[in-house]
């Protein structure tokens, strides 16, 4: 028996099963038994036997954002009208083939925008060439969910591409779990929670863990966690990312339909062959991806307004430190304190530290320490250029008397 019949024997199981608090702890093992088996599908085979089939785009700009959706939805003409590429549009469906990179610029920033082939359900498992578009999608800072708002009522495609998402590891508009799981070779399993558990016990953990495999651990719950988060903690290799649901073709329904689909959290109704729309989702897109542009200033100097720096949440973080590594790796090592304009800052300007957060078009002095430290390693011997001894005769230490 495949890979693929495990799992579905699995999922028929699943849902005879009845859903009471006798049945948990054989529907958390379950879940545990699924999660293998779908962590096994996605491992490459062992057979190295030639270049595996897949999208080779390289990473460009402060930001990527993948578009996956199902065919003739609208993806391609979406990226000719945001960026400069052209990308071939028809009336049928699978006309894009391959991978189409774009650049869509904005507020001083570069984004790649990816038009990839359309998806159709089963793809987790592999089919129309899913697990290719899929592993682009893990490397994308956002997901755009390109839907078509006249086939809204007819069926949930939404819902397909989602439970297709998270079938492969991924997590759409979620946090991580707050689970601190550590393994260890020795001490059996300890359970320790700060907060009342009501989706799980020990004696459920402890089944999961047994599954795994997993006899010696420390496992610390902050939060109310449910299975499912708990099996994610467990695996390691999900990938949180933040999802937009764009609704195209919004020309082809009523204005309470559009209406209704704008109000929907995460959602965006817009219309690529009008055009409308598009200013608001580039200003919803810029929101999602947590993008930050930092103005630098030198001492005595207006600002520069020309070129910021632009910082990621997911890319390395926000903060002062981060951004005097985007001007000079030494940079941060030699701070001595960073002047501050903008909202991030009480009062203009404000001296801050290293961990400073810094928001969208704050504006930065850098002021390095007067005495740069140098490592030991650098200068070393003959190379140093300063000696240990005080410079002024009077800071000398007397040596103490000889003893006649």
Known sequence: MGILEKIKEIEHE???????????????????KLAKLRTQLLEPP????????????QKFGHGRVALIGFPSVGKSTLLSTMTKTESEAASYEFTTLTCIPGVIHYKDAKIQLLDLPGIIEGASE???????????????????????????EMDNHRNILTRELEAVGLRL???????????????????????????????LVNQILHEYKIHHCELLFREDASV???????????????????????????????????????????????????????????????LVRVYTKKQGNKPDFAEPVILSADRGGITVDEACKHLHRDLARQLEYAAVWGTSSKHYPQRCGGAHTLEDEDV?????????????????GRFRTEKDEPKRIADRVKKAALKS
């Open 173 to 203: 508009n979620k946090k991580p779990p707050e689970i601190y799981f550590k393994k260890k070779k020795m001490g059996g399993i300890t359970f320790n929670s700060t907060v009342p558990m009501t989706k799980m016990d020990e004696k």
């Open 364 to 380: 930065i002095q850098i002021v390095k320490k007067k005495k740069a430290v140098a490592d030991n390693a650098e200068l070393r």
């Open 126 to 152: 592999g089919k129309g060439r899913g697990r290719q578009v899929i592993a682009v999608a893990k490397s994308a800072d956002l997901i755009m969910m390109v839907l078509d708002a006249s086939k809204y």
């Open 228 to 290: 499912d988060e708990l099996i994610d903690c467990i695996e390691g290799n999900r990938r949180y990312v933040p999802c937009l649901f764009v609704y195209n073709k919004a020309d082809m329904v009523s204005v309470e339909e559009v209406d209704a689909l704008a109000r929907t959290k995460y959602s965006v109704a817009i219309s690529c062959y009008l055009e409308l729309g598009l200013d608001y989702l580039l200003e919803t897109m810029w929101e999602a991806m947590g």
């Open 14 to 32: 699943m849902t005879k099963t009845q859903k009471n608090k006798a049945t948990e702890y054989h529907l958390g093992t379950l879940k545990a």
């Open 46 to 57: 062992k057979s190295a036997g030639g270049v595996g089939e897949g999208f080779d785009v």
